[in-house]
């Protein structure tokens, strides 16, 4: 199957800093990604869709000014979570999808704690 | 409202036993549905799919079957291994747009 890399695989961050992830297909041009965050024993709640060269669609409650996201070219988007707070800890994972197939292929996810 | 819902928490399964996976949905016009499994600390990996046209797709010791009129999917995995102990996710499809709904999972244990 496809190959979806996120980079960081951990962060640890102070209150009021910003942290970015980065989500890259390495296999293929992802024209959509996907990014969703997991709390411990929930399920994956999408967060946001992000389309290559346009403006990304956030879900219901999700405050885009907060995670900002950027889909620069088919094979990279970037979620930076601006002025984290202890609540935004959690695992961040991002899918895309692109190529000949519908399958929205998975990163491995980030884990962000926020002290 | 949950429009995915997997109402077993977790399973205990034997090896060499089959495992079945159980997902309902709410929305008749959710016409895509997959099965992903996901260790800690990792994305969840996708391991089958069916469409709404089908009412089974099978894939080795995997296969999936969709009930339509009851809204009900499932996952068989025959002969469980040790090594399919994971979560597993139920996620639907409805649009164009590719957005996924996932259910909550289902903790699944096979014992040597």
């Known amino acids: 199957g496809a190959v979806v890399s996120q980079h960081p695989s951990r962060v640890i961050c102070k209150s009021g800093t910003s942290v970015k992830i980065e989500c890259r297909s390495l296999?293929?041009?992802?024209?959509?990604m996907f990014w969703y965050r997991q709390f411990p024993k929930q399920s994956l709640m999408l967060m946001a869709t992000s389309n290559e060269g346009s403006k990304a669609t956030y879900e219901q409650g999700v405050e885009k000014d907060k995670f900002l996201i950027n889909h620069a070219s088919l094979t990279l988007s970037t979620l930076t979570v601006t002025s984290a707070h202890p609540e935004d800890s959690s695992f961040y994972i991002c899918?895309?999808?692109?190529?000949?197939?519908?399958?929205?292929?998975f990163g491995p996810g980030t884990r962000l704690t926020v002290l | 409202d949950q429009q995915v819902k997997q109402n077993s928490p977790s399973l205990s399964v034997q090896e060499g036993r089959i495992s079945i996976l159980n997902c309902d949905y709410t929305?008749?016009?959710?016409?895509?549905f997959l099965w992903y499994k996901k260790y800690p600390a990792e994305g969840p990996t996708f391991l089958i799919s069916i469409s709404s046209i089908k009412d089974k797709n099978e894939d080795g010791r995997f296969t999936v079957f969709l009930n339509k009129s009851a809204k009900h999917l499932s996952l068989h995995i025959v002969p469980s291994q040790p090594g399919d102990s994971a979560v597993y996710f139920c996620?639907?499809?409805?649009?164009?747009?590719?957005?996924?709904?996932f259910g909550k999972g289902t903790l699944l244990t096979v014992n040597p």
């Open positions: 296999d293929f041009q992802a024209t959509t």
């Open positions: 929305n008749s016009m959710f016409d895509y």
């Open positions: 899918s895309a999808i692109g190529g000949s197939t519908d399958t929205q292929y």
């Open positions: 996620a639907v499809n409805g649009g164009s747009n590719y957005k996924l709904t």
